[in-house]
């Protein structure tokens, strides 16, 4: 990056590189990095390039990832000489992707942890993968990576790009001519929605385009079927409210809306999944503790999962703190609602109970999923609290409408099948539009050429075991 912007980000960059390797070891004794891996930041490949062609396919986080699981599938059944760098930044998306992955695409991919923005590190990073190519998932735009893979001639595309109005309004405002440098390198911009698409083209991005929403594409939450069945019979004939993803300040909600809903129904058990499943011991002390502190309504009756505890008769809360285990409980619930939109974090995704026949509550808080919420309330698929009052007695309402009236949850969920089933075929047009405009090239100088006669590779990621 050329502009004032782009040299004063480098420069930062270079800065606080010494300082880095302090931060990446408190982050691992945290547990929000993998010690034995952090070296994967700093660029350092751990592996050497396996032969023929590169993809490399840059997802941030959980969501990211799991979207692009059927792209990659496509992408692999059109190129058999293909194989997939994937990289993301938080050790929940490594962990779950080692369980999702299908087995057929498992030896197809690698995955790293990316580098930090550090200019060193990006060009270690590159020099040593030398990708034919790049993909960068939803919104992760870091310019010194970025820069780095244009002065070495690597082709990029963003797709699934997700800004938000005031994201938007920052780059227009704070470094124009950055946005513009850095949209700029891309091949191909395809946004998850027009909104989008009109405030990239803004911005700087020639021909962005909306084709749709991968995670309109994305499979349903895997679950276990002996486990979903061991759980039904435990929890037969009661209704199950679900919080599912929380953020801090949310489960004490739930669980005011949980105390309201009592005397009307008894039996209700509330699940609480936390977003982050280490808070799950905090989360447990929490709903033990708050209705405790009012002499009018019952201490609740908590079990954890992550303690091997069992929902039994007498537990009114069961905290689910464990990891992967999102599609059973969706699966289980009678109503869901969708996390991190009580506070404002912008919510989680919720196409994922859309999938899974399971009718939808959403808090005020949802930019993080605009265009499908959007689609979800305009069919009928979802419910949305509205903004300010008290959310707790808001959501024990519409939770009682959908308990009280089965018809009207099972309409929800209908409605709420019928959106998330579109674009059903995004993927394969994806994959196409990629292999032309990125791969259809001959190899840079330098890079191995294809190994047509060489089997899929060995996956390296999932050697360090988490």
């Not at 690698?110 to 960068?136: C, E, Q």
């Amino acid at each position: 990056m050329t502009g004032p912007a782009g040299l004063l980000w480098r420069a930062a960059g270079t800065a606080v590189a010494p300082l880095l390797p302090f931060y990446l070891r408190r982050r691992a004794r945290s547990g929000r990095e993998i010690a034995e891996r952090l070296d994967e930041r700093r660029g350092i490949a751990g592996a050497p390039r396996p032969p023929g062609r590169l993809l490399w396919i840059h997802a941030a986080s959980v969501g990211e990832a799991l979207s692009v699981l059927r792209l990659m599938e496509a992408l692999a059944e059109r190129l058999p000489d293909l194989t997939l760098l994937l990289t993301t930044g938080t050790v929940t998306s490594a962990r779950l992707l080692e369980e999702r992955l299908p087995p057929a695409l498992a030896p197809r991919v690698l995955h790293r942890f990316a580098p930090l923005d550090v200019p060193a590190w990006v060009a270690r990073f590159l020099d040593s993968w030398r990708p034919d190519a790049g993909v960068f998932v939803e919104s992760e735009l870091w310019p010194n990576l970025i820069a780095a893979a244009q002065r070495r001639g690597i082709p990029l595309a963003l797709i699934n790009a997700r800004l938000s109005p005031r994201s938007a309004r920052l780059w227009a405002h704070g470094a124009p001519g950055l946005a513009r440098e850095l949209l700029g390198a891309f091949r191909l911009v395809l946004a998850q929605s027009d909104e989008v698409a009109e405030r990239l083209a803004a911005l700087g991005a020639a021909r962005a385009a909306c084709w749709g929403n991968l995670k309109y594409a994305a499979d349903p939450l895997p679950v276990d079927p002996a486990e979903l069945d061991r759980l039904r019979r435990l929890t037969a004939g009661r209704e199950i409210l679900l919080a599912a993803s929380t953020h801090p300040g949310e489960e004490a909600l739930v669980l005011g809306a949980h105390k309201r809903l009592l005397p009307h129904h008894p039996r209700l058990l509330t699940i609480l999944v936390p977003r982050h499943p280490q808070r799950g011991e905090a989360v447990a002390l929490e709903a033990d503790g708050l209705v405790g502190r009012h002499a009018e309504a019952p201490r609740l009756r908590v079990a954890r999962r992550a303690a091997g505890q069992e929902p039994g008769p007498a537990t009114m809360v069961y905290v689910a703190d464990t990891l992967g285990e999102l599609g059973l409980f969706y699966r289980l619930a009678s109503v869901a609602l969708v996390g991190g939109s009580l506070v404002r974090h912008g919510g989680q995704n919720p196409l994922e109970p859309a999938r899974l026949g399971c009718p939808i509550l959403l808090g005020p808080h949802t930019w993080n999923f605009t265009e499908p919420v959007r689609r979800l309330l305009t069919a009928g698929g979802a419910v949305q609290l509205a903004p300010g009052g008290d959310l707790a007695t808001a959501l024990a309402r519409e939770v009682g409408v959908v308990l009280r009236e089965p018809h009207r949850g099972r309409a929800m969920a209908a409605a709420a099948a019928a959106v998330a089933a579109d674009q059903a075929g995004l993927p394969d047009r994806l994959a196409e539009a990629l292999t032309e405009v990125l791969l259809q090239q001959p190899p840079l100088p330098g890079r191995p050429p294809p190994d047509r006669g060489t089997g899929p590779v060995t996956a390296a990621y999932g050697t360090e075991k988490d």
